[in-house]
């Protein structure tokens, strides 16, 4: 069984994902953590020193090379991997296990706020221009977001809740 997270930049989709793994007895990967095991270097560093198009290449690379080899996962992905590279056609034609963890953008800025410096895509930001650009950013990715087979709202709700719900939707 393929499980896969998609959602926003702090939405959850790592401590969810292993919460989630631990409660099926799944294995557990992240993508970012192997893309940096991967490439040696820390996710930052891939976007100073390789750029975001390089990062948004391997990035697909992986997550193709992840869904082709592993059969059992629960996967959570980075906040961009369904917006690149037809990754969500990629993800929905592999398992109908794809959901999208959702978050307001009030609840994504508080969390953001004290955890943007090692996300490149925030890290120059101010903390006033963090809402407005979350606004934004979202409203620009909410389509590919919510192309997922089950959008999960996760407004007030504890890690396990949030992966019980996903566990009780699983085909
Ligand atoms: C990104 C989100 C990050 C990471 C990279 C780009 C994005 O993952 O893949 O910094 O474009 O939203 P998280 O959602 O795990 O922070």
Excluded: W
């Excluded at 959008?151 to 699983?170: F, N, P, R, W, Y």
């Amino acid at each position: 069984m393929q499980i896969v997270l998609i959602g926003y930049m702090g939405s959850g989709k790592s401590v969810v994902g292993k919460a989630l793994a631990d409660r099926l007895e799944l294995p557990f990967l992240d993508l970012d953590d192997h893309i940096e095991e991967e490439l040696g270097m820390s996710i930052p560093d891939i976007f100073r020193k390789k750029g975001e198009i390089f990062f948004r290449k391997k990035e697909h690379e992986y997550l193709k090379e992840i869904l082709l080899s592993k059969d059992k996962v629960v996967l959570s992905t980075g906040g961009g991997t369904p917006c690149y590279s037809g990754n969500t056609d990629l993800l929905l034609d592999k398992t109908p296990n794809v959901f999208y963890l959702q978050l307001s953008v009030a609840s994504l800025t508080a969390r953001l706020a004290d955890e943007k410096d090692h996300r490149p895509m925030i890290s120059h930001l101010k903390p006033e221009e963090l809402q407005e650009y979350i606004g934004k950013h979202l409203f620009e990715r909410r389509p590919y977001y919510s192309r997922a087979n089950h959008t999960i709202s996760c407004e007030g709700k504890s890690v396990d809740e949030i992966a019980a719900e996903i566990a009780a939707k699983l085909v």
